[in-house]
């Protein structure tokens, strides 16, 4: 399958600054990526859908202006966790797949583990 | 709307047996399900798909089966080794291939 990576592995920020964290499809081309957030031993909850070179589409309760989302590329999406607190403290999961989303196969990340102090 | 539910949350075995996961979900209107692989602090890996209209896949030592009419799904692992020992999270996607609800995960161990 695909190879989907993901930078950092692991960040540790103070509260209030704000964290970007890459995924990047090294060998596929990602029409549509997704970002998850996953609290210890719990499910994957996904945050949003992002299309390459469109907005991204946010699940609900979801804040926008918080995570900013960008896709800019076939191969790239970003994250940005604004002005960072402790609850956003969280193991962030991406994946990638084709047009046809959420009905194609998802190549996953291998997340990143945000600690906010 | 879906919810999915994986019990138990955990699971300890010997190194040897066999094994069943239980997923189950409340709308059997669903496009697929998914069963995945997650190791500590790792993403996820996909283990077996299976689509609405099918009942099972096999993929090695794996089973997974779907029944639909009851909203459920099992993962059978035959003749269980240490490297089996992970987090396993079943998804379902709905009949709009518009969203993917993940279970909570059984976290299985197989002790040697």
């Known amino acids: 399958g695909a190879v989907v990576s993901q930078h950092p592995s692991r960040v540790i920020c103070k509260s209030g600054t704000s964290v970007k964290i890459e995924c990047r499809s090294l060998?596929?081309?990602?029409?549509?990526m997704f970002w998850y957030r996953q609290f210890p031993k719990k499910s994957l909850m996904l945050m949003a859908t992002?299309?390459?070179?469109?907005?991204?589409?946010?699940e609900q309760g979801v804040e926008k202006d918080k995570f900013l989302i960008n896709h800019a590329s076939l191969t790239l999406s970003t994250l940005t966790v604004t002005s960072a607190h402790p609850e956003d403290s969280s193991f962030y999961i991406c994946?990638?797949?084709?047009?046809?989303?959420?009905?194609?196969?998802?190549?996953f990340g291998p997340g990143t583990r945000l600690t906010v102090l | 709307k879906q919810e999915v539910t994986q019990i138990p949350a955990a699971l300890s075995v010997p190194e040897g047996e066999n094994l069943v996961l239980n997923c189950s979900f409340t709308?059997?209107?669903?496009?697929?399900l998914q069963w995945f692989r997650q190791d500590p602090g790792k993403g996820l890996t996909s283990l077996l798909l299976i689509q609405s209209s099918q009942r099972e896949q096999t993929s090695g030592r794996l089973n997974a089966s779907l029944d639909k009419s009851s909203g459920r799904s099992t993962l059978y692992i035959a003749a269980s080794q240490p490297g089996d020992s992970a987090t396993y999270l079943c998804?379902?996607?709905?009949?709009?291939?518009?969203?993917?609800?993940f279970g909570s995960g059984t976290r299985l161990s197989i002790r040697p």
């Open positions: 998804a379902v996607i709905d009949s709009s291939a518009s969203k993917i609800i």
């Open positions: 060998d596929f081309q990602a029409t549509t």
């Open positions: 992002s299309n390459e070179g469109s907005k991204a589409t946010y």
């Open positions: 994946s990638a797949a084709g047009a046809a989303g959420v009905a194609d196969t998802q190549y």
């Open positions: 709308d059997s209107a669903i496009y697929n």
